[in-house]
């Protein structure tokens, strides 16, 4: 295949074929209709990708990593229906969310389901340390839930560091792209070293992904909704940066703000400036650039292949957005 | 251990010991608080300790089953936090329920965790068949979401047949006991022979039991709620039974009565007298003693062993009771 492009689309239809044939039955209507749907949204399948560039990168062959690059897909997307009814959001990619087009329980319902879908594929990987890549993906579901957690927790706290809310972005954000390159090195057979090369470079690529959309927020053309984060009174970098650093009288008028039930448009004006007169936005561009500087130094640290090439373009993929 | 109640005991005591070590961390505590409240709740450990026996009663030992009798149960109490959530019940063994206490994001999140923490649990067994083992784990979780999905549909349906009811109960009831059973006899080296007749006594049992529990609704002195289930229009064994035995006269009484919004404390009984003038109670009745002595007739093909008595002495401690 010539181009990434050609290859990053041979790839999401062998995912989707994939995806197509977890879930072979319709009955009862009630579990797999949502999950079905679900599956046909057209994500971007990113972390599958993943799994396939890694496992490729390390000298493996796609057949070894499409059933774990299948149950990965399948574990986020369990994420999103249960996430959605914890965070309330009536859309998801310009589509109802299952619990919205179905109800609550419908929705808890899918979202396990998914979860024992994941696992169903997740075994069928042809590889000896099968036992390893079972602990990796477990963890890795508890980690998520932590991340979870703490996303909750923080939005009711306002003394919050920096270490506390990147800690939280590796949980929530990150940590299904490590599983992702980390289960990829494994099925590849790769070195104990190259698995941490590339989970490191998940773990930068996630949370330079993660402080990007929080600044994303804050631009009216984004294509996002302008300022959703501080309106939902998200505690992203921005916020959080912020807080630590601004003047005494700037801190309490955020404070002010933060503790409204609904936060105003010229309110959400100040808090913006805020962001900028502290240098926080400065400093949020800088942490991203450094974080995508490091994830590039641990792949050119992998030996010269294709694949490599392509985990650097699919970087370029994930970060060159505009929502 | 002289008596099987000591016995009993003993493994309970050391199910609860394995279960206290499962959490080691309160961090975030919104995550680990409700899932350490549904484990301190006091259970009847009826799973973990049917793992055990079943182990055992193949000629394998304690030590290589404790791991995924726990993993069961906590795969139990998922299943518990997130069925509370969606059938709206507010009280689980006399305590609030996690959505109840807490609130239902909080809860599904919980139930979550405990599906991760059962995954960590089980990849911990000591067995070349951990991949077997993880399959009937994770159909298993497969089949439970199936049986809950079905339970909610034939809420809203008349038109069940008892072969539809069945297969309902298995998934939603009997299934966790057959996957004990079945998990117990791999891990204990068990022939082939052996786990299916296991398997075969948990589903028997199973059954037995969800249908003796829709005997109990409708007996004054059971300890339970009077006619709950009647007043929650729950398919039951009696419902299904009599709508598809009652002369056309009580079937469209019996329909008229569950379309109501609310039924009224006459119209139980008037449904009650129907399911014994149908000859529905004794149908009932004689379908548990069937489905007994079939479990039975099993585990007599078992070796004769402490073990096995004890299975013997289980099923009369599940079924003799009267909550």
């Given at each position: 295949?010539?181009?990434?492009?050609?290859?990053?689309?041979?790839?999401?239809?062998?995912?989707?074929?994939?995806?197509?044939?977890?879930?072979?039955?319709?009955?009862?209507?009630?579990?797999?209709?949502?999950?079905?749907?679900?599956?046909?949204?057209?994500?971007?399948?990113?972390?599958?990708?993943?799994?396939?560039?890694?496992?490729?990168?390390?000298?493996?062959?796609?057949?070894?990593?499409?059933?774990?690059a299948v149950a990965?897909?399948?574990?986020?997307?369990?994420?999103?229906?249960?996430?959605?009814?914890?965070?309330?959001?009536?859309?998801?990619?310009?589509?109802?969310?299952?619990?919205?087009?179905?109800?609550?329980?419908?929705?808890?319902?899918?979202?396990?389901?998914?979860?024992?879908?994941?696992?169903?594929?997740?075994?069928?990987?042809?590889?000896?340390?099968?036992?390893?890549?079972?602990?990796?993906?477990?963890?890795?579901?508890?980690?998520?839930?932590?991340?979870?957690?703490?996303?909750?927790?923080?939005?009711?706290?306002?003394?919050?560091?920096?270490?506390?809310?990147i800690s939280m972005?590796?949980?929530?954000?990150?940590?299904?792209?490590?599983?992702?390159?980390?289960?990829?090195?494994?099925?590849?057979?790769?070195?104990?070293?190259?698995?941490?090369?590339?989970?490191?470079?998940?773990?930068?690529?996630?949370?330079?992904?993660?402080?990007?959309?929080?600044?994303?927020?804050?631009?009216?053309?984004?294509g996002k909704t302008?300022?959703?984060?501080?309106?939902?009174?998200?505690?992203?970098?921005?916020?959080?940066?912020?807080?630590?650093?601004?003047?005494?009288?700037?801190?309490?008028?955020?404070?002010?703000?933060?503790?409204?039930?609904?936060?105003?448009?010229?309110?959400?004006?100040?808090?913006?400036?805020?962001?900028?007169?502290?240098?926080?936005?400065?400093?949020?561009?800088?942490?991203?650039?450094?974080?995508?500087?490091?994830?590039?130094?641990?792949?050119?640290?992998?030996?010269?292949?294709?694949?490599?090439?392509?985990?650097?373009?699919?970087?370029?993929?994930?970060?060159?957005?505009?929502?």
């Amino acid at each position: 295949m010539e181009t990434f492009k050609d290859r990053i689309n041979f790839y999401t239809r062998l995912i989707n074929k994939k995806l197509d044939q977890v879930v072979d039955k319709n009955n009862p209507a009630s579990l797999y209709s949502p999950v079905q749907y679900m599956l046909d949204e057209g994500g971007k399948r990113i972390r599958p990708i993943l799994v396939i560039l890694a496992c490729k990168s390390v000298g493996g062959e796609i057949d070894k990593c499409i059933n774990p690059a299948v149950a990965i897909e399948l574990l986020h997307n369990f994420t999103l229906v249960h996430d959605d009814i914890m965070d309330q959001d009536d859309l998801r990619r310009g589509k109802e969310t299952v619990h919205k087009k179905w109800d609550e329980a419908t929705a808890i319902l899918a979202g396990d389901g998914l979860v024992a879908l994941a696992y169903q594929c997740l075994l069928k990987t042809e590889s000896e340390k099968i036992r390893e890549i079972g602990e990796i993906f477990t963890n890795g579901i508890l980690e998520l839930c932590e991340g979870q957690a703490l996303d909750k927790e923080f939005e009711k706290e306002f003394e919050i560091d920096l270490s506390q809310y990147i800690s939280m972005i590796v949980k929530k954000t990150a940590l299904l792209l490590m599983i992702s390159s980390e289960i990829g090195a494994i099925v590849g057979e790769g070195s104990h070293a190259q698995r941490q090369l590339l989970k490191n470079f998940a773990r930068e690529l996630g949370c330079a992904f993660q402080i990007q959309d929080d600044l994303l927020d804050i631009e009216e053309t984004s294509g996002k909704t302008f300022a959703s984060d501080i309106q939902q009174k998200k505690k992203t970098f921005l916020f959080v940066h912020a807080i630590n650093n601004a003047s005494i009288a700037d801190k309490n008028r955020m404070k002010a703000i933060y503790q409204q039930h609904d936060i105003r448009k010229e309110d959400i004006l100040t808090v913006r400036n805020i962001f900028y007169s502290t240098g926080t936005v400065e400093c949020a561009k800088q942490e991203v650039k450094n974080r995508i500087d490091k994830a590039r130094s641990y792949l050119t640290q992998l030996p010269n292949s294709e694949a490599s090439d392509d985990l650097k373009l699919l970087l370029d993929m994930i970060l060159n957005r505009k929502s």
